[in-house]
């Protein structure tokens, strides 16, 4: 991702703005953030976790979308997570963007990593509707889940090669292998 260095926009202008876009920018109280390409293990990541998550989702009258969806996560924030679940039914025949998701998952790269962690969960944990977070490793074998627990507690576990994951918000058992089925793997650095 990369900053935008063009001044701040309101809300609206930023709304007008990026239907004109060839990419894909995040805004964050008048920041634009340009949502550049990942890797073909990103990419992959993303579309195992939407492919084995789609019959759940569908069958719970919920809604799963990847990538070039964007999420309002409050009046001043516009995020693109790798993939959103919502069964609000406000959002359901959304055509811009989805309000209330359950859950949201971040394929992680060494250039989003920092923030998908930092930035952009401190945002994501401000959404009443989101009750688990996921966190995939796009270099290796990983995954971590951060899910609602009472009040202000986040509860996380972790996940690795050989491991069944279980996403309580969407009612989902899997395997790590179905996450990475396919994926070449590469160690940091190449």
Known sequence: MIANPSPSLTVEEYLDWELMQDIRYEYL???????????????????NFYRVLYPQVR??????????VKVRVSPTVY??????VSCDPRDLNAIKLIESPRLIVEVLSPSTEADDRGRKFNHYRSL????EYVLVSSDQI?????????????????????????????GWTGTMAQIYEEVQLTEAGE
């Open 29 to 47: 109280e008048g920041e634009l953030v340009a949502m550049t390409g990942g890797t073909i293990p990103h990419n992959d990541i993303a579309l």
């Open 59 to 68: 069958a719970k009258g919920c809604r799963i979308n990847v990538a070039d």
């Open 142 to 170: 990983n995954v971590e889940c951060f899910r609602r627990g009472e009040g202000q507690l986040w509860l996380y576990r972790a996940y690795s090669a050989g491991d069944t994951i279980t996403l309580e918000s969407v």
């Open 128 to 131: 009443a509707s989101l009750q």
């Open 79 to 84: 995020f693109y997570p790798d993939l959103v």
